[in-house]
């Protein structure tokens, strides 16, 4: 943004000069041309939020940088994997292993699952109550609510409760779940951590395996509670999502099959009223 707006007065910015800038980042014009979406909507932002604060402070009137057309994000294909893949992967992660499958079996993020603390689970009812999220900023964590503001009850498999409770095996009941219990666990390096050294080792294993994140167990449980029949409400509980829509929106791939079940239960219900005589007749012959 600097080299564009640095010596430009706010008073002087316009609507116009802002769209010219975001298209000339975008079209791969100029001299900062080239940049993907997403880098075009941050500076995008910058320049936006430093004149929202010049609105508020009554220098102007309006601000220029909005209503500008911007650059869509467009989407990564998402990985999933599937029971035996999530199960291979847990083999070969050592002694995070029952981390991996927490992930990829109830959806949590990373903060949310080693911000875990043993009163926060309920083995009777195999629950994980989600009130703390552990985020690394600048080198330190900050432990705070989860990332919808709002606590919530996520469901675990039953064949996860032996290995839960062997991590919570001489802890108290305020320790943490995951790691010594009273430092929260850092996340692995993305480059050398024990994850990539998991995901390489499955890889040795099964050349079919794919390139995996740590986010993308979270899909992962979002694709095995779809496939194991969960509605688009219950995968919207579990994961945290603000509605129903936002979870449509972010894994409607994974419900193809739930449209394919519509149109079969149309065509059904169709052949059930002509057999029984239901549908009216023409009023007019043919």
Same mark, same amino acid.
């Given at each position: 943004m600097l080299p564009t707006w640095g010596r430009v007065a706010i008073g002087d910015i316009r609507h116009t000069a802002v769209q010219a800038w975001v298209s000339s980042?975008?079209? =791969?014009?100029?001299?900062? &041309? %080239?940049?993907? +979406?997403?880098? *075009?909507?941050?500076?995008? =932002?910058?320049?936006?939020?430093?004149l929202d604060a010049a609105v508020k402070d009554r220098r102007l009137h309006s601000n220029p940088a909005r209503g500008v057309a911007l650059p869509r994000k467009t989407g990564k294909a998402r990985v999933y994997l599937s029971h035996d893949q999530v199960q291979l992967l847990a083999d070969n992660a050592g002694r995070h292993a029952t981390l991996v499958l927490t992930l990829a079996y109830t959806g949590l993020r990373w903060g949310e699952a080693t911000g875990l603390r043993l009163k926060h689970l309920d083995a009777l009812r195999r629950r994980v109550r989600v009130q703390e999220n552990a985020v690394n900023v600048g080198g330190h964590v900050i432990v705070g609510t989860p990332k919808s !503001?709002?606590?919530?009850?996520?469901?675990?498999?039953?064949?996860?409760?032996?290995?839960?409770?062997?991590?919570?095996? =001489?802890?108290? !009941?305020? &320790?943490?779940?995951?790691?010594?219990?009273?430092?929260?666990q850092a996340q692995p390096d %993305?480059?050398?951590?024990?994850?990539v050294a998991a995901v390489a080792k499955a890889q040795l294993v099964d050349e079919a395996f794919p390139r995996v994140t740590i986010h993308d167990l979270r899909h992962t &449980? +979002?694709?095995? +509670?779809?496939?194991?029949?969960?509605n688009v409400k219950a995968v919207q509980? /579990?994961? =945290?999502?603000a509605s129903a829509a /936002?979870?449509? #929106?972010?894994?409607?791939?994974?419900f193809d099959d739930d449209l394919d079940a519509?149109? *079969? &239960?149309? #065509?059904? +219900?169709k052949r059930v009223s002509d057999v029984s005589g239901s549908r009216p007749k023409a009023p007019f012959g043919d």
């Open positions: 980042l975008t079209a =791969g014009t100029g001299e900062a &041309a %080239g940049k993907v +979406a997403t880098t *075009v909507l941050r500076a995008y =932002g910058v320049l936006a939020a430093i !503001h709002e606590a919530r009850s996520v469901p675990y498999p039953e064949f996860l409760t032996n290995p839960l409770a062997l991590q919570c095996e =001489g802890k108290s !009941h305020d &320790a943490l779940v995951f790691g010594t219990g009273l430092v929260h %993305g480059r050398r951590g024990w994850f &449980a +979002a694709s095995l +509670a779809v496939s194991s029949g969960a509980r /579990m994961l =945290g999502h /936002m979870t449509l #929106d972010t894994y409607a791939d994974l519509v149109s *079969v &239960a149309l #065509d059904n +219900a």
